[in-house]
């Protein structure tokens, strides 16, 4: 059984990509909020259609949301000017059945 993973990682100012649409997607969405990140969310599913957290959070203006497939440059396009574009943490949510079309496969892992 997979052991979870326990880290303490200070937040302040890091933008988070988010990939994906789910419950998980949600949660990971609310610990990187109150771990002081910014979120941008990337999913082509339409806002009415996403889990009604994340539908909340976009609502109430606190997540990006970007209403497409993931591209390998949002890699270098959403992060932050300091680090040249890049974004500090990525977190692919989608379930292992999903079709991964345009996610590298090292994201996968």
């Known amino acids: 059984m997979p052991v979870p993973l326990l880290t303490s990682v200070d937040c302040t100012s890091q933008i ?20 002081g990140a910014s979120c ?4 082509p599913v339409e806002k009415e259609e996403l889990h009604f957290d994340l539908k909340e959070f976009i609502e109430k203006n606190r997540i990006e949301h970007v209403p497409r497939d993931f591209r390998e440059e949002d890699l270098r396009t959403f992060g ?20 991964h079309g345009s996610i590298p496969s090292r994201l996968l892992v």
Do not use: C, W
């Open 16 to 35: 988070h990509l988010i990939i994906g649409n789910n419950g998980i997607a949600a949660k990971r969405v609310a610990r990187s909020l109150e771990a």
């Open 40 to 43: 941008i969310l990337i999913s």
């Open 80 to 99: 932050r000017e300091e680090v040249d574009g890049i974004v500090d943490i990525v977190f692919v949510t989608l379930s292992p059945l999903h079709k």
